[in-house]
């Protein structure tokens, strides 16, 4: 039923900033736990950035001091602010959000961030 729409990813320059956003189709929803995730070719899946339905964030390693997450106040809508991007952060970038703890959520069609000079 919720459906959730990326934009904002593409190609950029080391050192260059992107914005990724992710909006869902309810307006209604308001998400327990909302994050971002990205798979880069040949690797697994990984966390990215958290942020709860009171604001609350949480950031991997990867990605401390140069991401970050955040959400509008109808909290439909969350952010990922990417800044001194490196090749190392290419991947397909999915937005995900839950309503509940005990719910395995949504996710968004992902968006492609190529980081390359």
């Known amino acids: 039923q919720v459906q959730l729409v990326e934009s904002g990813g593409g190609l950029v320059q080391p050192g260059e900033s992107l914005r990724l956003s992710c909006a869902a189709s309810e307006s209604s929803f308001r998400p327990y736990i909302m994050g971002w995730y990205r798979q880069a070719p040949g690797k697994q899946r990984e966390l990215v950035a958290t942020?709860?339905?009171?604001?609350?964030?949480y950031y991997a390693n990867s990605v401390k001091g140069r991401f970050t997450i955040s959400r509008e106040n109808a909290k439909t809508t969350v952010y990922l602010q990417m800044n001194s991007l490196t090749p190392e952060d290419t991947a397909v970038y999915y937005c995900?959000?839950?309503?509940?703890?005990?719910?395995?959520?949504?996710w968004g069609q992902g968006t492609q961030v190529t980081v390359s000079s």
């Open positions: 995900n959000m839950k309503n509940s703890p005990s719910t395995i959520g949504f």
């Open positions: 942020i709860t339905g009171l604001g609350r964030t």
